[in-house]
């Protein structure tokens, strides 16, 4: 009988832990993670092998509609948390996030207003498509996710010394073989780096690396570091898939939308008149 | 003893492990009792088809025969597209329908959408939403 359980209670773990990692994470849900190839939740489909996986590709070609997978719970950037400054901790114990484990009604996420969301939180949204366009020079991200973009250049030029702080930053590639590494610099601090409220300096500097394993996957490892306001980077990653099915839409956060649906959802569903 | 055991064991990891979590950073799902679900029989008055979450405002008569009117809300436009193959013409105002929903904690006519009966047909099924405590 015991032996019975406990063999249960592994499977059971093991089961989850896969399922967890078959399930998208991403912040407002993870059916587009199957988009292109499969419709649906997430139920299996994920790990189902691609007829296209085995093409040929360019591995310094990144051109196409892709969808991300991170691989922080929901909510977080990365799995593991690096320790905060005082100044991140009360920042963070400001921050009252729509979603995660610290949830509540009526929060302060900036999102919740409109405000952009932000690099490289932006990267972490999942359910949304992603679209890299490739010209000998530039790289440019269009995200369907609050349909905004950046650009990373790849003609040598240097990060800007003394850059006017955006919430998207600057970004500038070289390849290393077929390595595209990408530093980012030049943040402003008013957006935050997860939906669970974690917050990041203008100091914020971001390492990416971008790697086309195969003709259907781009891994891409990042490392952020922000001494001001951790005791060591974040480390996470993403895998983008090719979804050429997938529609690039116009998910963008409009300020009268989003006051109609505060007035009609989410008050009413708070507080009472 | 065993058995049944074993069978409710394994009926609550099948429902953890296909349960999705799908909601939404736009600060909602925590003002829904998840726990308890309501069913209605209702009119569609209002369907927002946009972001941030997708919600279909009804009438409902209530035990007296008074008119109110709920809201339930759910996914963001291309969520309830890719999941559900929804359009922005999946549901129309006069659209009789039953719908079944996560209710507000504090008992206010709003819910978190779970499903929907329009002319016989499922339109779309989140009931397994109601295993995301917490989330």
Redesign the interface.
């Known amino acids: 009988?015991r032996n019975?359980l406990a063999g249960?209670i592994i499977l059971?773990a093991a089961?989850?832990a896969l399922?967890t990692v078959a399930?998208a994470q991403?912040?407002?849900?993870?059916?587009?993670q199957?988009?292109g190839a499969n419709?649906?939740?997430?139920?299996g489909q994920a790990n189902a092998p691609s007829p296209t996986a085995n093409l040929p590709f360019d591995p310094h070609d990144f051109s196409g509609v892709w969808m991300g997978r991170s691989e922080a719970p929901?909510g977080r950037l990365s799995s593991k948390v690096p320790a905060m400054t005082p100044w991140a901790q009360a920042r963070y114990d400001a921050a009252k996030?729509?979603?995660?484990?610290r949830?509540?009604?009526?929060?302060n996420?900036p999102?919740?207003i409109c405000d952009p969301i932000g690099y490289p939180r932006i990267a972490h949204g999942g359910?949304?498509p992603m679209e890299f366009v490739q010209t000998k020079d530039r790289l440019i991200e269009f995200f369907?996710f609050f349909y905004t973009y950046r650009t990373i250049y790849l003609d040598g030029r240097p990060l800007p010394s003394d850059p006017e702080p955006r919430w998207y930053g600057y970004s500038v590639g070289r390849w290393e073989g077929n390595t595209l590494v990408v530093e980012s610099a030049g943040f402003n601090d008013q957006s935050w780096l997860d939906?669970d409220g974690h917050p990041h300096t203008d100091q914020m500097q971001i390492e990416e690396r971008f790697q086309r394993v195969d003709h259907d996957t781009i891994e891409a490892k990042m490392t952020v570091t922000d001494s001001k306001a951790y005791t060591a980077p974040w480390v996470t990653s993403v895998t983008w898939k090719l979804s050429p099915k997938q529609k690039m839409?116009e998910?963008?956060?409009?300020p009268s939308?989003?006051a109609?649906?505060k007035q009609?959802?989410?008050e009413?569903?708070?507080?009472?008149n | 003893m065993?058995k049944r055991l074993?069978i409710y064991?394994w009926l609550a990891?099948a429902v953890?492990?296909?349960s999705?979590?799908?909601?939404?950073?736009?600060?909602?799902?925590?003002?829904?009792d998840i726990n308890k679900i309501v069913t209605m029989e209702g009119t569609v008055t209002e369907f927002?088809w946009?972001?941030?979450?997708v919600?279909v405002?009804y009438d409902v008569k209530d035990a007296q025969g008074k008119v109110v009117n709920w809201?339930a809300?759910t996914?963001?436009?291309?969520?309830c597209e890719?999941?559900d193959?929804w359009t922005k013409s999946t549901l129309k105002p006069g659209d009789k329908i039953t719908i079944t929903v996560f209710p507000?904690k504090?008992?206010?006519?709003?819910?978190l959408l779970a499903k929907i009966v329009l002319n016989g047909k499922v339109i779309i099924d989140d009931t397994g939403r109601g295993v995301q405590a917490?989330?």
């Open positions: 009988m019975y249960s059971l089961m989850l399922s399930r991403t912040e407002d849900g993870q059916a587009g199957q988009a419709r649906g939740r997430g139920r929901i996030p729509g979603l995660g484990p949830a509540q009604p009526l929060g996420d999102i919740m359910a949304y369907d939906t839409r998910d963008l956060c409009a939308d989003e109609k649906y009609e959802m989410r009413p569903a708070a507080q009472k | 065993r074993s064991f990891a953890l492990m296909i999705a979590p799908t909601f939404a950073h736009h600060g909602s799902i925590v003002s829904y927002q946009r972001n941030p979450h919600y405002m809201g809300e996914h963001s436009p291309i969520v890719n999941q193959g507000s504090i008992g206010t006519t709003r819910g917490g989330q």
